[in-house]
């Protein structure tokens, strides 16, 4: 998937198909758990957040239940974003030589200034 030629519609959409598809423990055919719909509701309003014309990311869910919001563009930039069932955001960023990682807070409404300086960057 092209996250450039993603609508955000097709993101939430995504968002909300991964909710129902691991809905269930041990939906990796091991231990993970269930999606959490917390999480789910906040990486929609996450991806809702996002300045118009941003590029969108890549979805997937993780074996604590939360969901994994990546961007990446190539080997040697990637950002990714875990949300789960706090307003805690922990990421990771990789860009050239440069990279990292930090917890920032979100409130539901407004993307953390940090964030998006290293979406821009990434």
């Not at 993101?11 to 809905?23: R, T």
């Not at 990796?28 to 957040?49: G, Q, W, Y």
């Not at 875990?82 to 307003?87: E, H, L, P």
């Amino acid at each position: 998937m092209d996250s450039l030629d993603t609508t955000k519609a097709s993101v939430l959409s995504q968002i909300q198909a991964l909710s129902a598809e691991c809905v269930r423990s041990g939906w990796d055919a091991t231990e993970a758990e269930p999606v959490c719909k917390s999480a789910a509701s906040r990486a929609a309003d996450f991806i809702r957040a996002l300045p118009e014309g941003f590029p969108l990311p890549e979805i997937a869910p993780e074996p604590d239940g939360s969901i994994s919001l990546d961007w990446i563009r190539s080997r040697s930039r990637v950002f990714s974003l875990s949300v789960g069932m706090s307003n805690r955001l922990p990421y990771a960023w990789i860009n050239g030589r440069d990279s990292g990682h930090a917890v920032a807070a979100f409130d539901g409404k407004n993307i953390p200034p940090d964030i998006l300086e290293r979406l821009r960057a990434a």
